[in-house]
Nanobody
Framework: QVQLVESGGGLVQPGDSLRLSCAVSGLTFRNYAMGWFRQAPGKEREFVAAVRMGRTYYGDSVKGRFTISRDNAKSTVDLQMNSLKAEDTAVYFC???????????????????WGQGTQVTVSS
């Protein structure tokens, strides 16, 4: 049984930093691309970041502020979020897939496994 469990969400102020973590079990972690998406109320799920075959990818809205990293020994993938803005407020989801190609990495429905999400709220 594949499980992805996100943690680290919370309420922060604009300009603050936050680190999300996703713990993965039930699959051979090193063989999977890992990604983060987010979804704000009334909006579609948005690509945030991914790591695949040693390369990282970022959505335009988070480039230069967010960093994705993975630890294959611990089967975890983290998202370091700096300089947070109110528009970063969303539920953040961790995702995994073993068959993605680069051209589809930002497409939510191409990812096979998902966590339940963790809420991030940026507000003063």
């Amino acid at each position: 049984q594949v499980q992805l469990v996100e943690s680290g969400g919370g309420l922060v102020q604009p300009g603050d930093s936050l680190r999300l973590s996703c713990a993965v079990s039930g699959l051979t972690f090193r063989n999977y691309a890992m990604g983060w998406f987010r979804q704000a109320p009334g909006k579609e799920r948005e690509f945030v970041a991914a790591v695949r075959m040693g390369r990282t990818y970022y959505g335009d809205s988070v480039k230069g502020r967010f960093t994705i990293s993975r630890d294959n020994a611990k089967s975890t993938v983290d998202l370091q979020m700096n300089s947070l803005k109110a528009e970063d407020t969303a539920v953040y989801f961790c995702a995994a897939d073993s068959r993605l190609i680069v051209s589809t990495i930002a497409t939510a429905h191409q990812w096979n496994y998902w966590g339940q999400g963790t809420q991030v709220t940026v507000s003063s």
